[in-house]
């Protein structure tokens, strides 16, 4: 059974930060690269970052390429998204998920996800 919990969004001005967490159930986690995605009112959600098993191996979207940084503590089996020089349009809810190659996720079930709100 796939299990993922996001949290750490919330309200912030443009120019802020935000830490993401993501706990993931061990199954889900072990061995496998994880990644974050976001969902902005009215549009597909979006790829956004992926890590490998390792650590030693990140990749970003290019709207946030610079501002966020992926990391993960797999004796916590938790994956986190730093979120740094804010913008409005980074405003979504924001999904972790295993991801496969091509950055497509692997789970259909998601967790609930935590919403980002950035204000101008």
């Known amino acids: 059974q796939v299990q993922l919990v996001e949290s750490g969004g919330g309200l912030v001005q443009a120019g802020g930060s935000l830490r993401l967490s993501c706990a993931a159930s061990?199954?889900?986690?072990?061995?496998?690269?994880m990644g974050w995605f976001r969902q902005a009112p009215g549009k597909e959600r979006e790829f956004v970052a992926r890590?490998?098993?390792?650590?030693?191996?990140?990749y970003y979207a290019d709207s946030i390429k610079g501002r966020f940084t992926i990391s993960r503590d797999n004796a916590e089996n938790t994956v986190y998204l730093q979120m740094n020089s804010l913008k409005p349009e980074d405003t979504a809810v924001y999904y972790c998920n295993a991801v496969l190659a091509g950055n497509v996720p692997l789970f259909d079930s998601w967790g609930q996800g935590t919403q980002v709100t950035v204000s101008s």
């Open positions: 061990g199954r889900t986690f072990s061995g496998s690269v």
């Open positions: 890590i490998s098993w390792s650590g030693s191996s990140t």
